[in-house]
């Protein structure tokens, strides 16, 4: 009920490995792009090392572990390769979390205001999005290309705070990954870590406020206690 609450509290979610299942997507294209130059492929295992800070960082991260140098020439001609196949392939195998869109609606019929934060590029994400009928459940949708910085900087959340015209201390941040729950704390906001998606150690190792197994568990009577805890 929107009078459960008396300003406009606002609940930011990242998107690879919290709303979307994107990993299969990722791996196909970055094993396509690192196999123009010979590299072993990655597998579903690598996948907690690779993603979370982008394409550049997830190629790079391919090469360090084959233990290959990457230079910089090689480096920008792969993320171009990377970004034509995704681009191409999407919305590919990627799918949506159950239970995200019911949650979504569940929190904005409380009058909660819905934001996504992430580290991929606004030219993947917002297409991305799109392809699966989630852009129009967000007021603001931010980038790792939004500002000059990215999570796990602070500026990252607080920036898409701004743009929601919200307030940090009505703010929560939602995500899989160190980045997400590191850059929650680095904003001074409760955090939420889900335990399905790519994150390399359990979710209760970041150190979250809360850890939730499933959409179905985010209520707005949840979100209005982690505010009335922080
Ligand atoms: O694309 C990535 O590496 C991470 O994206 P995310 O911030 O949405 O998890
Ligand atoms: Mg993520």
């Known amino acids: 009920m929107t009078e459960a609450f008396l300003t406009n509290p606002l609940v930011i ?24 130059v010979g ?21 790079s991260r391919a090469f360090e572990l084959r233990k290959t ?3 910089d020439e090689t480096a920008a001609k792969l993320f171009d390769r990377f970004m034509e ?16 869109i019911a949650c979504l609606e569940r929190l904005a019929g409380a009058g909660i205001q819905l934001a996504v934060c992430t580290n991929k590029l606004e030219e993947l994400a917002f ?3 799109d392809q699966l009928g989630l852009t129009s459940h967000f007021q603001v949708i931010t ?33 899989d990954s160190i980045n997400d729950i590191l850059a929650a704390k680095n904003a001074g906001i ?10 390399h150690v359990p979710a209760a190792e970041l150190e979250p406020t809360l ?20």
Do not use: C, W
């Open 13 to 36: 979610f990242d998107l690879d490995g919290t709303l979307v299942d994107t990993a299969p997507d990722l791996m196909d294209s970055l094993n396509h792009t690192i196999s123009a």
């Open 39 to 59: 590299l072993e492929p990655v597998t579903f295992d690598d996948v907690t090392y690779l993603v979370g800070q982008g394409v550049k960082v997830m190629i």
């Open 69 to 71: 140098h990457l230079d």
């Open 85 to 100: 196949h995704y681009r191409a392939h999407m919305p590919g195998k990627s799918t949506v979390y159950p239970g995200t």
């Open 127 to 129: 297409p991305l999005m």
């Open 143 to 175: 980038g790792g290309d939004s500002f000059a910085v990215r999570k796990p900087d602070a500026g990252h959340i607080l920036g898409t705070i701004e743009r929601a015209g919200g307030e940090a201390s009505k703010a929560l941040m939602i995500g």
């Open 190 to 199: 409760p955090s939420i870590a889900v335990s399905f998606g790519y994150s």
């Open 211 to 230: 850890v939730i197994d499933s959409f179905d568990e985010l209520t707005p009577a949840l979100v209005e206690k982690l505010f009335a805890q922080s």
